[in-house]
């Protein structure tokens, strides 16, 4: 044995990092993390606050955090130079329990669950009536996700002024699915109702209008907008990472890249099952193995015919089911 290897036993206790302050992580660049510190972070009140300024620090992860992965809207605790000065690096030491995780699968053959963003209480799944047009399959799939989150969903509607919400609408009704329909330079005073003192998150494929709607509700984000291509009907991705932005009115919001697929691989469907309390309970006089796909032996059939819930319903579960299952998004 060498010189001084081994002189020390080993030893599992981590320090306690008493003198750690608060921090909600805003941004993550290469293994770099921005996160403010101070009054104001979400979940934290004013009384708590251990420093009486607002400070963006950048940090990096301890390593005795190992694998464990910090996301956008994590709350954690700092230690090291926390002046937010440039070319200062603290280190993040705990990231605390979280209230909400909103995650995706690569595909759905793929179960390895990738998450988004921590600890929002709303998903704002932000699609186009037109240009490029609304693509029900991927809304059906955020909502699913949503869903295993045990995140409010809204749906954000916009570019009213080229087609009507009516039938895109009339889709999600049966599902009680709240929304607002915006247009371009139109009133945005609902969706600031909406999403006034709750965080969150923005999520659409490319070329729906988000940054620009971000830049709306925050001017000071001055997130890239793009054009949808002519002929495939497709964005270009503008927004390369998530970002936590505050709403001058109070709240906030969490923008993400464009999404082209969202993989549900992890969800199970005893999860969307539940989802619907008045069809869930039906389940249980189901045939072993019944994917409630189909009307063959499925107890779901008949418990509509009855009149016990709406037709509707059982139509939206399905769909639901269905999305999970990796048919097309589009």
Known sequence: MRPGKGSRPRTRVRPAHEEAVEGFVVAVDRGRYTCLVGPGI??????????????LVVAMKARELGRKGIVVGDKVAIVGDVTGHPDTLARIVRVEERASMLRRSADDIDDVERPIVANAD???IVTALADPPPRPRM???MLVAAFDADIDPLLCLTKADLASPEQLVSLYDPLGVPYVVVE????????????????????????????TLVNALVPQARRAVSHVNAVTGRGRHTSTSAVALELPGGGWII??????SFGLAHVSVETVLASFPDLNEATVDCPKGCTHLSGAGCALDRYVEEGHADPARLE???RL??????SDDD
């Open 42 to 55: 979400p979940g934290t009140s004013r009384r708590r606050a251990k420093r009486p300024e607002r400070t």
């Open 122 to 124: 709303q998903l704002v």
């Open 255 to 260: 923008d993400t890249p464009g999404v082209r």
């Open 316 to 318: 939206s579960l399905r």
């Open 184 to 211: 371009k330079g139109g009133d945005l005073d609902e969706v600031r109702e909406r999403t006034a003192d709750r965080v969150s998150v923005l999520v659409g494929h490319s070329g729906v209008g988000k940054s």
């Open 139 to 141: 809304i059906d799939r």
């Open 321 to 326: 089911l269905a999305s999970r299952e990796g």
